[in-house]
């Protein structure tokens, strides 16, 4: 499988907003619940934001009610809308299927980077 394309990334001042996209391609992003990632320096890779095909979303208690992920299924991309964002929140970011769950998955894209100032 292709892997997704992830875009959208910068420097921004706390507080700040960014919105982030991830191009996908072939079967996956029809059948699976698909999700956003991000992995810190140092840190392992964490899911922080997640979303079926049918538009269920479930997020990380560290970014409830400031991300919001959406997915355009007839264009096969995912968003990730970061709102009030923290210096905490610095991080590569990534989308691929939930990988929780039993089921194909894409190899992982080279991300996008987030940097969060004070």
């Known amino acids: 499988q292709v892997q997704p394309v992830e875009s959208g990334g910068d420097l921004v001042q706390a507080g700040g907003s960014l919105r982030l996209s991830c191009a996908c391609s072939?079967?996956?992003?029809?059948?699976?619940?698909m999700g956003w990632y991000r992995q810190a320096p140092g840190k392992q890779r964490e899911l922080v934001a997640s979303i079926t095909y049918g538009g269920s979303t479930n997020y990380a208690d560290s970014v409830k009610g400031r991300f919001t992920v959406s997915r355009d299924n007839a264009k096969k991309t995912l968003y990730l809308q970061m709102n009030s964002l923290k210096p905490e929140d610095t991080a590569v970011y990534y989308c691929?299927?939930?990988?929780?769950?039993?089921?194909?998955?894409?190899?992982w894209g080279q991300g996008t980077q987030v940097t969060v100032s004070s």
């Open positions: 072939g079967t996956i992003f029809s059948i699976r619940t």
């Open positions: 691929n299927a939930d990988t929780s769950k039993v089921g194909p998955v894409y190899n």
